[in-house]
T-cell receptor, first 112, second 114 residues
C-alpha cells in the first residue's frame, strides 16, 4: 500500500539558508501534519492542514511557513535556518481530521 | 500546554516476557494512538483507539482507552527481539472541530535481551 512520501530524506544547509521539505500524503488523504523531532525527543507538532486550509498550529517558528496544495501535497518552508533547526521533520497524513495518522520516513535536516 | 506523561521511560527485558506501558494526561482525549519508532525512521502506527473503555488487539499487542479518557495503556505479550524500539502514545484532543493535532507522549524505550 502507498505510504506517505517525504523528500528529500536528508538535507544539509548552512546557517541563514532556506530549505523546503515536501510531503506527499497517502492517496485520498486530505489532512497533513508536520512534526519536528530533536535527538532523543518526542515529535513536536508544528502545523496541520485539512482540505488545503490550515487546521491547527503548534510550536512553529515564524521563520517557517507551510501550505497544502490542490493535489494535497504539502511543503514546509524554512528560512533563516539556525543550528537548532537541525532535527528530523516528519509529515503524517490522515483521511479526515479524526482518523489515524500515518507518518512518512522523515527528512533529516542538518544545519551547519 | 497539554502534556502526555508516558511510563516507564525505558524497559530492559528478556525475550518472552510481557511488557506494559501507559500514558496519562491532565486533559481528556478523544483518540489514542500507539506508535513504534525505530532510530531515524518515522513512527509506525500500531493501534488506534476511539472510544472510552475500548480494548483493541493487534497480534501480540493490546491497548486500552481509559474510561476517564485521560489515560491509555499498551501491552506486548511474549516479547521478541524485533520489538526493540521506542513506543509513543499520541492523543488527539478534539473529535472533529477546529483542532486535530496529535500530542505525543515522552516515549518508552524498549530493549529486549535474546
Amino acid at each position: 500500500a502507498a505510504g506517505v512520501i517525504q523528500s528529500p530524506r536528508h538535507l544539509i544547509k548552512e546557517k541563514r539558508e532556506t530549505a523546503t521539505l515536501k510531503c506527499y500524503p497517502i492517496p485520498r488523504h486530505d489532512t497533513v501534519y508536520w512534526y519536528q523531532q530533536g535527538p532523543g525527543q518526542d515529535p513536536q507538532f508544528l502545523i496541520s492542514f485539512y482540505e488545503k486550509m490550515q487546521s491547527d498550529k503548534g510550536s512553529i517558528p515564524d521563520r517557517f511557513s507551510a501550505q497544502q496544495f490542490s493535489d494535497y501535497h504539502s511543503e514546509l518552508n524554512m528560512s533563516s535556518l539556525e543550528l537548532g533547526d537541525s532535527a528530523l521533520y516528519f509529515c503524517a497524513s490522515s483521511l479526515g481530521r479524526v482518523t489515524e495518522a500515518f507518518f512518512g520516513q522523515g527528512t533529516r535536516l542538518t544545519v551547519v | 500546554g497539554q502534556q502526555l506523561n508516558q511510563s516507564p521511560q525505558s524497559m530492559f527485558i528478556q525475550e518472552g516476557e510481557d511488557v506494559s506501558m501507559n500514558c496519562t494526561s491532565s486533559s481528556i482525549f478523544n483518540t489514542w494512538l500507539w506508535y513504534k519508532q525505530d532510530p531515524g525512521e518515522g513512527p509506525v502506527l500500531l493501534i488506534a483507539l476511539y472510544k472510552a473503555g475500548e480494548l483493541t488487539s493487534n497480534g501480540r499487542l493490546t491497548a486500552q482507552f481509559g474510561i476517564t479518557r485521560k489515560d491509555s495503556f499498551l501491552n506486548i505479550s511474549a516479547s521478541i527481539p524485533s520489538d526493540v524500539g521506542i513506543y509513543f502514545c499520541a492523543g488527539r484532543l478534539n473529535y472533529g472541530g477546529a483542532t486535530n493535532k496529535l500530542i505525543f507522549g515522552t516515549g518508552t524505550l524498549l530493549a529486549v535481551q535474546p
